[in-house]
């Protein structure tokens, strides 16, 4: 498939770089561009702004409100978003809950909570890491006790993220110890005001508190709220896997965050020199530029040749890989290009300007850079992908 030289992808190319010109407005573009904290009124302002253009759920079926585009569109779309700096809409629930239960869900659950991720004004956290069952997901321990037509669930989620602001959480509970581990294990629908279910915030590398852990103490949940079958939420948590696959390369987003970079070493100080002209830095940008354009040919091929066939499989696990290693190295690069400034990381996680000390990038790049940690250990680890590749993929 050609994605260039599409008259039709050019046409809808073109009408997505005039409506993000239209629309986009400059406190959200930078606060995406510089990976700051987006607050939930802005995420819902440009929700509601997306929503009214039709376009909030490219990947959903027709039928249950979303763009039913193919593959293709999907791709351009999320391509022009992340060079425009655009945010996505709000990920658990678009991405996440919402195609679980287009595929798993009742029709009273589609009904019920379709409309609220749509709209953007139910908020969703994913609850399946505990503290010892992350890589070893399968092994979760977080109770949940059929008491006639509620659950009672008790033990302990962590690592939520978007918990503190999310009104529900699509979790992963243990229905059954008796057999394989990956048998006992139902999805519930939490409510997260439940009587008995308390947070604990947890502070990152940057200072920010994008993730808690949570606390179930005899919390009840109607049996209405389970998703599919009991003890079979491991098909659940399986199929979420396989459709976090577009995008899962961040190949457009890495090009965002290098376009910046590049902007920013092309600017001379006051002595007129320019880290542009510092082989080091030209060297090490160069790499990093080939390496993307690499990732973006893998990924290509990967989803658009036929003969690849649907499923991805194992080989996605190279795509993550490569992918958070991009990221990461340019959030390091964008950093290391403040200097000394690099240190000066003030409190102000907003990216208030007030608080700033040395070039306005300073400051955003050393929190990007310890808030991008994170990625190559959330949706599976990158140690845990390289033996997926090895043993999977390289048949070693
Ligand atoms: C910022 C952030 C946000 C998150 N958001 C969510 C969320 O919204 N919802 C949610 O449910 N979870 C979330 N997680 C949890 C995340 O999925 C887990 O942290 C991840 O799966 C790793 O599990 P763990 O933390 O238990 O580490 P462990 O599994 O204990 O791993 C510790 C280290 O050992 C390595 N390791 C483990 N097993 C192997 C092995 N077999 N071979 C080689 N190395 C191995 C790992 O790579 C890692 O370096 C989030 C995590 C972070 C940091």
Not at 182 to 204: D, F, H, N
Not at 316 to 345: E, H, N
Request: charged share 20%; with cysteine.
């Amino acid at each position: 498939m050609d994605l260039v030289n599409d008259p039709a992808l050019d046409a809808f190319r073109a009408e997505i770089r005039a409506f993000l010109r239209a629309n986009l407005t400059d406190d959200i573009r930078r606060k995406v561009m510089e990976g700051g904290y987006l607050s939930r009124e802005a995420h819902t302002r440009w929700h509601k702004v997306l929503q009214k253009q039709g376009w909030i759920a490219p990947a959903w079926p027709v039928e249950h409100g979303g763009c039913g585009w193919p593959l293709a569109k999907q791709y351009v779309f999320e391509q022009e978003f992340a060079l425009a700096y655009a945010p996505r809409a709000v990920i658990f629930g678009v991405e996440m809950v919402g195609p679980l239960l287009i595929e798993y869900g009742s029709a009273a659950q589609k009904a019920r909570y379709l409309p609220g991720i749509l709209s953007g004004d139910e908020w969703w956290c994913q609850g399946f890491s505990e503290p010892g069952s992350g890589s070893d997901l399968a092994s979760l321990a977080c109770r949940a006790v059929r008491d006639g037509d509620h659950y009672m669930i008790n033990g302990t989620k962590l690592w939520q993220t978007a918990a503190t602001e999310a009104d529900m959480m699509f979790g992963l509970f243990r229905t059954d110890s008796s057999g394989r581990k990956q048998q006992g294990i139902t999805v519930l629908l939490v409510p997260m005001k439940s009587k008995g279910l308390s947070l604990r915030p947890i502070t990152l590398l940057d200072g920010g508190q994008e993730v808690a852990q949570c606390f179930f103490d005899d919390v009840r949940v109607p049996v209405a709220n389970r998703v599919g079958e009991e003890n079979q939420g491991w098909g659940c948590a399986k199929f979420l896997l396989s459709i976090e696959r577009l995008g899962i390369a961040e190949v457009a987003r890495s090009s965002a965050m290098l376009n910046r970079l590049k902007g920013i070493v092309e600017q001379p100080d006051a002595h007129g020199r320019r880290l542009a002209d510092d082989p080091e830095v030209a060297n090490e940008i160069a790499e990093i530029e080939i390496d993307l354009m690499a990732l973006e040919a893998t990924e290509y091929c990967m989803l658009f040749d036929p003969a690849a066939g649907a499923d991805l499989g194992a080989e996605a696990s190279t795509l993550k890989l490569m992918g958070t290693q991009v990221q990461q190295r340019i959030s390091a690069a964008t950093m290391a290009a403040a200097g000394p400034y690099a240190q000066a990381m003030a409190s102000g996680l907003d990216g208030d300007n007030a608080s700033r000390i040395g070039p306005d990038f300073a400051e955003p790049a050393t929190r990007g850079y310890f808030n991008l940690r994170k990625i190559s250990i959330y949706g599976g680890s990158n140690e845990i992908q390289k033996n997926i590749v090895a043993k999977a993929v390289l048949g070693l």
